[in-house]
C-alpha cells in the first residue's frame, strides 16, 4: 500500500488526488514538482482511474524522462499492472506517433547542423550569400515555433527551397515534428481517436512550451478533459526557441473549469538562495518557504582575469573534494571536514566559451570533470559520426549520410553492409557498442559513457537524434565528475555546490537577450544549490573575439546585500614544508 499522506505535502495531496478535469500547477524550484507527477499518475493508476496505456506524461528532455520513468516503477512495483504509461518528450513522442501512423511515408529526423546545411544549399540555390544561411534558418525556425508557421513575404522564397530540398531527401528538422502531429489532429476522426485512446495527459514544464505547442496541446485534450500541466513562469528560459511564460496563464483561459495548485514548500535551497533569486527576478506574489532551516549566504569573487577566476575555482574544488593531486596534498591546501563527491559540484554558465578556461583549469589539477553546454550535442564531431553511421546502418537516408562522412564512400559501404548483417544491427547497447569501435573512438570518455546509458535505457526507441536533443541528454549523473554546464542545460537539476561564473554585465544579462527571459535565467542558476553559491566575475575579459572590461552584473545588485558574502579574488596561501620532508 502507498502511504501518500507521508510522502506528499497537503499542497502536493491536493494535486496528486483531484479527480477529474483541468489542472494547473504552479511549482516553484525545489518544490517535488517531479513527485507530484509521478505520484498523480501512480495514483490515477492504483486508484483504477486509468490504466497506464491511457496515460501520456510528457516531459522536456529524455533526463526528466528517466527520472520519472525510474520514479513511477518504484511507485507501482507492489501494483498488479502488466504495462507503464507512455512518457516522453514532445520531439520523442511526436516521431513515434508520425513513424505509428504513417509508415513508410515517414520522413527522416535530422538535427539542427544538418538542418543548416540545407538551409545553406537552399539559400546557394537562390543566389543569396550565404553568410546570410545560420541567420535565415533561425528566423525559418522561429516562424516554424507558431501554428501555422508565421512567414514573412522575405522569407517565402528561401522557406520554400528550404522545404523542397528537406522533401526530395525525405527529412525532417525538429521543428517540423510537431507541425507534422498538428496536421494529423486537424482530421476530426482521428482526434476523436486519440481522446478517447489516451484521455489523461500530463505535460511537464509548461512554461516551456512554444505556441505551436500549445496548440498541440489544445488537439489533444477537450476542454474540459483530464490534463495536468505543471510549470514555474519563473523559469521560462527557452524564449530563443519559441517558449512563452504566458502559456501557463492562457491555459486557465482556453481549458473549462481548470483548477490551480500552489506548491510553495521548498526542499532543496535554503531561504537565503531563495530570497536572492527572488530579488533578481523581482517575484511578486507566491513566496517560496524553504524547509532547509540552516543559514547559508552566496559568496561573491571577484577577480582580474578569466585565467585567475578559472585557477581559484579549480582550487576550491579541490578543497571540497579533499584534494585529488600531489600538489594540493603538498602545499596543503587539501582540507576540509565535510568532504563532498566530485558529482556534487556544479560549474554553470552563460555561454560556452566561458567554461573552456575552467576546463583547462581542472584538467591541470587532475579534477575529472563532463561537459553538457552545448545546444546541440549531434554538432559535435564523435557525435555527429555515431549517429551517422546508427542511421545508416538502420538503413536510413545511406546515401545522404555516407557522402557527408570522411574518407572513401565504398569502405564506408563495405562496413555499413558489415554491420547490417551482424546480430548487433538490431540490438541499440550492442550496435552502438561496436559503432564506436569501428570509428576508434574511446568508450570511457563520458559522453560516449552517458550515451551507452542512454540507449540501454531506451532500447525501443531507435532514433538517436531524439535520445540526444539538448544539452543535459549527453549528461551522466552517475559518474564522479564535476558538471560544466551552460545554465540552460542545468535546469532541473540540482546540486550541493554551484559555482556561477562570468557573472558580469553584457555576459548575463546578454545584451542581445530579452532582458526579462536573462533574469529568469539567473534566477534559474541561483536555485540549482542546496548548500553553497559561489558568484564570480572578472574586470577584464576577452569573448567572442572582443575585450569586454565591465563592471559586475547588475542582477547582483538586486540581491538583498544581508545575503551577500564579499570576498576578494583568490590569493594563495603560504606552502607548508613538503610532507615528504618531514619524514626526514
Known amino acids: ?73 518504484k511507485i507501482l512495483e507492489s501494483s498488479e499492472v502488466d504495462s507503464r504509461p507512455g512518457i516522453a518528450t514532445f520531439h520523442g513522442w511526436a516521431l513515434g506517433l508520425l513513424k505509428k501512423r504513417l509508415g513508410r511515408e515517414a520522413r527522416l529526423l535530422i538535427d539542427e547542423m544538418d538542418a543548416i546545411g540545407i538551409c545553406r544549399d537552399a539559400v546557394r540555390d537562390l543566389g543569396l550569400s550565404l553568410a546570410r544561411a545560420q541567420g535565415i534558418y533561425r528566423r525559418i525556425s522561429q516562424a516554424k515555433q507558431y501554428w501555422p508557421p ?15 530540398i528537406l522533401k526530395e531527401y525525405g527529412l525532417w528538422d525538429y521543428d517540423d515534428l510537431i507541425l507534422e502531429v498538428l496536421r494529423l489532429f486537424e482530421d476530426e476522426k482521428f482526434r476523436a481517436e486519440f481522446h478517447t485512446e489516451v484521455p489523461f495527459v500530463l505535460i511537464d514544464e509548461f512554461q516551456d512550451v512554444s505556441p505551436a505547442q500549445y496548440c498541440l496541446v489544445k488537439a489533444m485534450v477537450k476542454r474540459d478533459g483530464d490534463i495536468t500541466v505543471i510549470g514555474d513562469p519563473n523559469q521560462s528560459i527557452y524564449g530563443f526557441r519559441g517558449a512563452d511564460p504566458g502559456s501557463m496563464q492562457q491555459f486557465s483561459i482556453d481549458f473549462k473549469g481548470v ?8 526542499y532543496r535551497s535554503p531561504q537565503a ?55 594540493s596534498l603538498n602545499n596543503g591546501t587539501a582540507r576540509g571536514s565535510n568532504l563532498r563527491g566530485l558529482s556534487d559540484v556544479a560549474v554553470l554558465f552563460r555561454f560556452r566559451a566561458l567554461g573552456t578556461q575552467i576546463a583547462k583549469a581542472l584538467a591541470s589539477q587532475g579534477i575529472p570533470f563532463q561537459r553538457a553546454d552545448d545546444p546541440d550535442p549531434l554538432a559535435q564531431e564523435e557525435l555527429c559520426s555515431i549517429w551517422r553511421v546508427w542511421e545508416a546502418v538502420k538503413g536510413r537516408g545511406i546515401q545522404y549520410h555516407l557522402k557527408r562522412m570522411p574518407g572513401n564512400d565504398d569502405l564506408w559501404h563495405k562496413r555499413i553492409q558489415d554491420l547490417r548483417s551482424s546480430p548487433e544491427a538490431s540490438d541499440g547497447p550492442r550496435l552502438l557498442s561496436s559503432i564506436i569501435e569501428m570509428l576508434g573512438l574511446d568508450p570511457n570518455r563520458p559522453v560516449l559513457r552517458a550515451l551507452q546509458r542512454t540507449v540501454e535505457r531506451y532500447p525501443e526507441e531507435d532514433s538517436l537524434a531524439v535520445l540526444i536533443r539538448t544539452e543535459s541528454d ?10 560544466l554546464l551552460s545554465i540552460h542545460a542545468a535546469k532541473g537539476l540540482e546540486f550541493p555546490v554551484v559555482f556561477m561564473i562570468g557573472c558580469e554585465d553584457g555576459i548575463i544579462p546578454w545584451k542581445e537577450a530579452d532582458p526579462d527571459e536573462e533574469r529568469r535565467l539567473f534566477y534559474v542558476g541561483l536555485t540549482r544549490a542546496s548548500e553553497k553559491i559561489y558568484l564570480t566575475h572578472v574586470r577584464c575579459r576577452r569573448l567572442f573575439g572582443q575585450e569586454m572590461d565591465a563592471g559586475p552584473s547588475p542582477f547582483i545588485s538586486d540581491i538583498p546585500e544581508g545575503l551577500l558574502v564579499r570576498a576578494q579574488g583568490h590569493r594563495p596561501k603560504r606552502a607548508r614544508k613538503p610532507r615528504q620532508g618531514r619524514l626526514f
Not at 57 to 66: D, E, K, L, S, V
Not at 150 to 164: M, S, T
Not at 259 to 266: E, H, R, S, Y
Open 150 to 164: 508565421r512567414i514573412d513575404k522575405g522569407l517565402e522564397a528561401v522557406y520554400h527551397a528550404y522545404h523542397l
Open 1 to 73: 500500500m502507498i502511504d501518500w499522506h507521508s510522502a506528499l505535502n497537503p499542497a502536493q495531496l491536493e494535486a496528486v488526488f483531484y479527480r477529474a478535469g483541468p489542472l494547473l500547477v504552479v511549482a516553484g524550484p525545489g518544490t517535488g514538482k517531479t513527485r507530484v507527477l509521478t505520484y498523480r499518475i501512480g495514483y490515477l493508476i492504483d486508484a483504477g482511474i486509468a490504466r497506464p496505456d491511457q496515460i501520456l506524461a510528457i516531459t522536456f528532455t529524455n533526463q526528466a524522462a528517466r527520472e520519472m520513468s525510474g520514479r513511477i516503477s
Open 259 to 266: 483548477k490551480t495548485v500552489i506548491l510553495d514548500t521548498a
Open 474 to 483: 549527453i549528461l551522466d549523473l552517475n559518474i564522479e565528475a564535476v558538471s
Open 273 to 327: 538562495f531563495l530570497d536572492a533569486a527572488k530579488g533578481v527576478a523581482r517575484i511578486k506574489g507566491i513566496c517560496l518557504k524553504s524547509k532547509r532551516r540552516h543559514i547559508h549566504r552566496l559568496e561573491i569573487r571577484s577577480f582580474k582575469g578569466p585565467g585567475a577566476e578559472a585557477k581559484w575555482v579549480a582550487r576550491t574544488i579541490e578543497q571540497i573534494v579533499g584534494g585529488l593531486s600531489f600538489d
